[in-house]
């Protein structure tokens, strides 16, 4: 009798054991984070990557890559490297694999896309045509250059009226058959409004957005009749100008420029860029304007946010000193 009373007690105990195993478990399952995950998809240069993004307290925890219709072989390294390269660094400012730069930079934007969704970060913003009044552009054929995928360039027709009549496109790096059909949507429709204050092309936002941009950049040569895209001694008036722009964090620029219209200091603001390479990118970029007193210079390897955030930060202030 004592036997089979020790032996139900013992049986008692497993069975209170494992029904307390049983709640904790559950308590464990419905207060552990859960991941959240967002998708998006940007251009390559034959075609796009789509990609799923897990997150759980605002750390990303995953960049799964869902489709992609770039190069078979030739896209393959980025896409085994790059989002396990972001997943570490916890950013996208990290370097592009050599040999697929744009699928690597395609992955980049469609994650940046997915933090946007997830608040995690600000959508880039767009440059802003000078305020004028209607039909208040000076004649004349202007031409500036914005980054893309790759480099576009936009050649702004005016008439003596001061309508835009045409709007021609360079855009070799944009996608084929995406890119480049995104960027000429765009140009139509800006020809149409008489405005840049259009829709981006779905599919093809990089494309779209480099489109306003440049054309900006030319409706404010056209404000002021400039006649030039690019920044060259005599053309700005003497003093110190500061702007902002959005790249890992916000950055900002103070540019000096002399007597002679020439740019002769830089300074950046860079503290929510990446230690040691969207800084370094950052200044890197900063140089290249300088030495070349243009915006129209390459962005840096790994480095791309944050050298856009220069270029237009600098187009910014070089706007505010025609």
């Known amino acids: 009798m004592e036997n089979k009373k020790?032996?139900?007690?013992?049986a008692y105990k497993c069975l209170?054991?494992?029904a307390v195993m049983m709640v904790v478990a559950f308590v464990v399952t419905m207060f552990k984070?859960?991941?959240?995950?967002?998708?998006?998809?940007?251009d390559g240069f034959v075609g796009y990557v789509k990609v799923q993004v897990s997150i759980v307290n605002g750390e990303i925890t995953a960049v799964q890559i869902l489709e992609s219709t770039e190069s078979a072989g030739i896209a393959d390294p980025a896409l085994e490297?790059?989002?396990?390269?972001?997943?570490?660094?916890q950013s996208t400012d990290v370097d592009v694999v050599a040999g697929c730069s744009f699928a690597s930079r395609a992955i980049m934007a469609a994650v940046d896309d997915c933090l946007v969704q997830a608040g995690l970060k600000e959508a880039p913003e767009e440059t802003e045509a000078p305020t004028v009044a209607e039909g208040a552009w000076q004649a004349g054929t202007y031409t500036a250059t914005a980054q893309g995928?790759?480099?576009v360039t936009v050649t702004v027709t005016i008439d003596e009226n001061g309508v835009i009549t045409e709007i021609l496109l360079d855009t070799p790096g944009e996608t084929p058959g995406l890119g480049d059909k995104g960027a000429q949507k765009v140009a139509d429709s800006i020809l149409t409004a008489q405005s840049t204050d259009v829709d981006v092309a779905s599919g093809a936002t990089m494309s779209s957005k480099a489109v306003i941009n440049a054309v900006n950049d030319c409706l404010t040569q056209a404000a002021s009749g400039s006649g030039s895209g690019a920044a060259s001694g005599g053309n700005y008036k003497a003093g110190t100008y500061?702007?902002?722009a959005q790249g890992m964090g916000k950055v900002t620029v103070t540019v000096t420029i002399d007597e002679n219209g020439v740019i002769t200091e830089i300074l950046l603001d860079t503290p929510g860029e990446t230690p040691g390479l969207g800084d370094k990118g950052a200044q890197k970029v900063a140089d290249s304007i300088m030495t070349a007193q243009s915006t129209d210079v390459d962005v840096a390897s790994g480095a791309t946010m944050s050298s856009k955030a220069v270029i237009n930060a600098v187009a910014d202030c070089l706007a505010q000193a025609q």
């Open 6 to 10: 020790q032996g139900f007690l013992g």
């Open 16 to 18: 209170v054991l494992f």
């Open 33 to 42: 984070p859960k991941a959240e995950t967002y998708v998006a998809q940007a």
């Open 81 to 89: 490297q790059i989002p396990a390269a972001i997943v570490a660094a």
């Open 149 to 151: 995928m790759g480099k």
């Open 242 to 244: 500061t702007a902002t």
